[in-house]
Structures are given as C-alpha cells and as structure tokens.
C-alpha cells in the first residue's frame, strides 16, 4: 500500500525558499505506475497544481509558478523534493504531494501547512 | 491557463440525486478523456472519486458516476447520504503534461 508524508518547515520568511519533502513508503519511487505531483490549497480556497515530475524525466510545472519552482526526485532516498523561491503570503497553503497515474492523483498525503510570515 | 469552473454550492435531500457540473475549454476537458474528481472533508486531503471521466477506484460506492459531454464533465451522487457532504472538485489533463482543478463545489446533505 503505496503511502506518502509530506515534510519541512511550517513556517518561511518572505522572500525566502520554501522546501518541502515527501517521502514516499510502501513502493519505489522509481515504479512506472506512478509519477509525482505537488499541489498546495490555500486557506479556504480551491486546489492548485503546482508540478509534477516523474522519477527518471523532466518536470512539467504550473505556468502561473514555472519561474519560482523546482522539483526533483532522490531515487536513493524514496523521496521527491519541492523547492519555491521568492515566497510571498499568497504562497501559504496547505502543500499536499500525491502519487499519480495516467494525470489522476490517487494516493495523497496528509499534507502540510506552510505559513509564510515575517 | 484558467481554472476549470464549478457552482460553488450544490444541494439535496438524502436519497435524492445530485450532478455537479465542471466546465473548461476543448483545451481541456473537451480534448482529453483525463477528468477526475475528487472529495475533500474539513481538514482532509482529497480522495479520489472518479477518473478517466466515468471510472471509479476500488472501494468508492457505485453511488457516485461520471460523465462527460463537449467541454463539460459531471459528477452525479445517487442515494445523497450524510457522509457524501463535503468539497467536491474536478481536475482535468490540459496538455503538456499540465493539470487543472476547478474551484471546488460545497455539496451540502439537507
């Protein structure tokens, strides 16, 4: 059974780089039925796709955040990584990674609040 | 790219039946038979409901069905029941490897 846990600081300074982990248990990271998605939802707000990535190829980012976004995968470490640079507080939200299959996201994390605050 | 649109509230009786509408471009929606949908409680991450337009995942009730016609897909709950109150939203493949959810629909169980 396939799982993943979302890490990193809850909390980032304006203008800083938020980075989150997501650590992913249960099977490979490097599986072909799975590739890797970050989406975030902000307080009382709706979902937002921030990018996805799959073990072995290029990332496909959100438009809206291509320039301030990177994510990457460490096969040794089972883990996928988010980094967003130049965090403003628009960036708060609660970040959620997500194993997907065929542009579906079927197993989600618990996801993980990040405030972005002086 | 924009936001798939959704009502943002929708409402029925237990028992009764409820279709929630998702509306995007041939861009998206129309172009691609790769809508999902997804249910959100307070404070949860989201489950899916529904992919591929009409499939559903192992473990989620025949109750809910999807549909697609042009640029819009639908989700329908059948048998309403209180559990099926929550945050309901579409996301849909766009191309080049990107994704689009909607706004999100507040279905609430009278």
Redesign the interface.
């Known amino acids: 059974q396939l799982q993943l846990q979302e890490s990193g600081p809850g909390l980032v300074k304006p203008s800083e780089t938020l980075s989150l982990t997501c650590t992913v248990s249960g099977g490979s990271i490097s599986s072909s039925s799975h590739y890797w998605?970050w989406?975030r939802q902000p307080p009382g707000e709706?979902?937002?796709?921030i990018g996805?990535v799959y073990y072995s190829g290029n990332p496909?980012y959100?438009?809206?955040l291509k320039s301030r976004v990177t994510i990457s995968v460490d096969t040794s470490k089972n883990q996928f990584s988010l980094m967003l640079s130049s965090v403003t507080a628009a960036d708060t939200a609660v970040y959620?990674c997500a194993g997907t299959s065929?542009?579906?996201?079927?197993v989600?994390?618990?996801?993980t609040t990040v405030t972005v605050s002086s | 790219q924009s936001a798939l649109t959704q009502p943002p509230s929708a409402s029925g009786s237990p028992g009764q039946s409820v279709t929630i509408s998702c509306t995007g471009t041939s861009s998206d929606v129309g172009g691609y038979n790769y809508v999902s949908w997804y249910q959100q409680h307070p404070g949860k991450a989201p489950k899916l409901m529904i992919y591929e337009v009409t499939k559903r995942p192992s473990g989620v009730p025949d109750r809910f069905s999807g549909s697609k016609s042009g640029n819009t897909a639908s989700l329908t709950v059948s048998g309403l029941q209180a559990e099926d109150e929550a945050d309901y939203y579409c996301s849909s493949y766009a191309g080049s490897g990107s994704l689009l959810f909607g706004g999100g629909t507040r279905l609430t169980v009278l």
């Open positions: 998605t989406i709706g979902l937002e796709w996805s496909y959100n438009p809206s959620y065929f542009y579906h996201m079927d989600w994390g618990k996801g």
